[in-house]
């Protein structure tokens, strides 16, 4: 579903919406008013059958006077209990609507970048092979070519955990096999694993030795690697990327700057949702998914920690995430 289709149905959906509630609103006050009037021509036809000369005339019109009230104060109570349920009702439904068409445009997206994403990494790494098998190549040469059909392999099983990942959280999947990790030398081995397979870019490592924590290896493992491809991903080949980590009193901080195109404050409360990514899917260049950040605020939610992101002066960003001690 392309951006104009979705705003277009939305548009359809806003419509009916208050259509329909402006409905239900008039047909609620022409009832309040059909059984006002009821019970005004009711009232007025009790009072023409009294006698005017009864002694007990004007106690009688004073019941019938305080039980048009009383009928009165009913139909408004009444009227205000239904029109306070419509609201809530149409209020709901609006919202799933809404909520409903964004995911499947959201979806949407994803099925486009997932498509992009693996035929990328399989198109490459067949022509390389293919390259190798059909020709004589130098020895220089051919080893480039299998350092990036490795990088290419690498990436596509990187993109495959990531969803199964997201596949399993969703299922709900918890963190129930946590023992204690060597966090620094976890963070290290990542640092040196993307640097050999960025050897044009500068990855800087700040690593306080001997930092331990209670949790799943594999899950730390993919939160460290996320937010450094995504540091990378997001940061001009001429900029640095730092990962530092050390550990205070209350807690264990990992952070992963970058000197990149930064994020927007309105972004950042959503870029952790599950498929967003900022933009037009049709016309991003850079490689991505939605999922990686997403996986990283689950991750942490499930090792009782946290994830934020801010503005890594003058330009980038910083995650930061925080494991309790």
């Known amino acids: 579903m392309s951006v104009f289709a979705a705003k277009k149905k939305l548009a359809f959906v806003t419509i009916v919406y208050w259509v329909l509630l402006l409905y239900m609103i008039t047909a609620l006050a022409w009832w309040f008013i059909a059984l006002q009037n009821q019970n005004a021509l009711m009232a007025k036809m009790r009072l023409a059958e009294i006698n005017k000369d009864d002694p007990a005339y004007l106690q009688k019109v004073s019941?019938?006077?305080?039980?048009?009230?009383?009928?009165?104060?009913q139909?408004?109570?009444e009227g205000a209990t239904f029109f306070a349920?419509?609201?809530?009702?149409?209020v709901f439904v609006f919202n799933a609507v809404r909520k409903q068409i964004k995911l499947a445009q959201q979806q949407q997206n994803f099925m486009m970048a997932i498509t992009h994403e693996l035929k990328t990494p399989i198109a490459v790494t067949k022509l390389n092979l293919e390259t190798l098998l059909r020709r004589q190549l130098q020895e220089d040469t051919q080893q480039k070519l299998i350092k990036n059909t490795l990088q290419e392999t690498n990436r596509l099983n990187s993109l495959c955990n990531n969803i199964l990942l997201a596949s399993q959280l969703e299922a709900g999947l918890n963190t129930t096999s946590q023992q204690e990790i060597n966090l620094s030398e976890l963070v290290e081995s990542s640092v040196k694993d993307f640097s050999m397979r960025f050897i044009d870019r500068q990855i800087i490592g700040n690593i306080n030795e001997a930092i331990y924590i209670f949790g799943e290896e594999i899950l730390i493992e993919m939160l460290v690697n996320n937010l450094i491809e995504n540091a990378l991903k997001y940061s001009p080949k001429t900029a640095v990327v730092t990962?530092?980590?050390?550990?205070?009193?209350n807690a264990v901080l990992l952070k992963v700057c970058d000197e990149g195109i930064g994020i927007a404050d309105?972004?950042?409360k959503r870029i952790f949702e599950k498929f967003y990514r900022a933009g037009n899917e049709n016309v991003r260049t850079t490689k991505g998914t939605g999922l990686g950040l997403y996986l990283c605020k689950k991750i942490m939610q499930g090792h009782n920690g946290s994830i934020s992101v801010t503005n890594n002066l003058p330009q980038g960003s910083i995650f930061t995430t925080s494991f309790n001690v």
């Open 266 to 268: 309105a972004d950042k």
């Open 75 to 77: 139909y408004i109570g």
């Open 85 to 90: 349920l419509i609201l809530l009702g149409a």
């Open 63 to 73: 019941t019938i006077e305080d039980s048009k009230a009383r009928k009165t104060a």
């Open 243 to 249: 990962i530092s980590l050390n550990q205070n009193t």
